[in-house]
């Protein structure tokens, strides 16, 4: 009797990496030359998870993004992780943008998730558990197509793959 192995699926993002990448771009703003005297500042909300950036304009705020974008890569944490809201204009005049951490696979993707490994046609079971997807299957070599297949396919979040075995 052949036994079965099995992946998760999860989508997680590590909150430390995240607070240093934070700490990077607040001394970066704080210490470069087109940020001084502006309101420019990036806020790490704990519940939920958010971070939230204010700036003078538009532009400014398009460079305070670009200044966490950079740590945020540099520090391993994907930019996917971030569900960013439109910008809006505060009443003093000056900008501000929040982007929502998103931890976990939510219900809808988890089922896009399972569709997708579906129609690859192989012989694998995958099964929505909490908010992640584990896959199971008697080949090694099913599974490791099911994780390449995944990696090629954006679902708009980022994905990691855990205790294969």
Known sequence: MAKDH???IVSKTDLQELQNALSQ???EIANRFDFKG???AIEFLEEPPAVK?????SMQLKSVMDVLDGKLVKRGVALKAFSWKEPEQLPSGSMKQQGTLQQGIASEKAREIVKEIKGLGLKVQ??????AVRVSGKQLDDLQVVITALKGKD???P???????
């Open 155 to 157: 679902f708009g979040i």
């Open 126 to 131: 995958p099964r929505i558990d909490g908010d």
């Open 25 to 27: 771009a607040r001394k």
């Open 159 to 165: 994905l990691q793959f855990e205790n294969y075995r």
């Open 53 to 57: 950036l204010t700036a003078d304009h």
């Open 38 to 40: 502006s309101s420019a």
């Open 6 to 8: 099995s992946f998760d």
